[in-house]
């Protein structure tokens, strides 16, 4: 199947700001799942609110529209009644790791097998450009209009931390990387994080004066790095990329499924 059969072209154009990164997340996710021949009935797209939540809108799978950071929530209930359906969870870092955190940590520690992908702009693009904890200190944001003074954090480190199976991180800039690794998150057996930077020119990038968004795109491939590559080791600020993490665990469906056997008395 081509990317175009698996749109709604009748929601087309689309919402986001010019030179938004979404809508480059939304062509290569596509195209990962083209690629693995997948049918629109084996997906369900699960999202909670915020421009990255709009992509369940465009897609045609069967899809979930839900509260604001509560869309892992949604989709562990999903997953538990159908474990035999790919399930893909598009957030932003606010919707994932604001108020989506704590649900977050506990989808990773229980492994159950989903694709979270974080679209990570560093900011509340739909409300109106205010700080999120990913924008880090010195940025300046609608809420913080002296500079924001909070720490920022890992979402990889984080996700690591929190037990996450497979983890990874990309951006919009690389396409080809990010296409390839969305497409093995999907078919990992485990709960998948793939953290993608994206640019939000109109509020991130106006408002701290880092360009437009090819400036923004361009800043992505000259501060990234791949995982243990030279250039990291002789600048460490450098930002890495690629999978950090990719293991083989007990899998949180198919161990309650074991459950519900014992219960009823069939093992």
């Known amino acids: 199947m081509s990317v175009k059969d698996y749109i709604r072209e009748r929601f087309f154009p689309h919402i986001w700001c010019a030179g938004c990164g979404h809508g480059i997340v939304l062509n290569n996710l596509l195209r990962a799942v083209g690629g693995l021949g997948m049918s629109k009935n084996e997906i369900v797209m699960v999202s909670g609110i915020g421009c990255s939540s709009r992509i369940s809108g465009y897609v045609d799978f069967h899809t979930l529209h839900t509260l604001h950071g ?41 492994n159950i097998a989903m694709t979270a992908i974080v679209m990570n702009n560093r900011i509340y693009g739909m409300t109106g450009g205010q700080y999120s904890p990913l924008s880090g200190p010195g940025k300046l944001a609608t809420t913080a209009p002296y500079r924001n003074i909070d720490q920022d954090f890992d979402i990889v480190k984080l996700a690591k931390a929190a037990g996450a199976t ?8 690389h396409i080809q990387q990010m296409a390839d690794i969305l497409r ?8 998948s994080v793939v953290e993608i ?19 923004m795109m361009k800043f992505f ?22 999978i950090f993490v990719q293991n083989d ?19």
């Open 70 to 110: 509560r869309a892992l929530a949604f989709a562990t209930g999903v997953k538990l009644s159908k474990p035999e359906l790919n399930v893909i969870v598009p957030m932003g870092d606010g919707d994932a790791l604001a108020i989506g955190g704590n649900h977050f940590i506990h989808a990773a520690r229980r």
């Open 166 to 173: 497979f983890v990874a991180r990309t951006t919009t800039y």
């Open 184 to 191: 093995q998150a999907i078919l990992h057996d485990g709960f």
């Open 197 to 215: 930077l994206s640019q939000c020119p109109t509020y991130f990038g106006r408002r701290n004066k880092l360009g437009n968004a090819a400036d």
């Open 221 to 242: 491939k000259d501060n990234t790095t791949p995982i243990g590559s030279k250039a990291k080791k002789e600048n460490p600020e450098l930002t890495e990329r690629g």
């Open 249 to 267: 665990l007990p899998e949180y469906c198919a161990e309650y499924d074991k459950i519900i056997k014992k219960a009823g008395g069939s093992c």
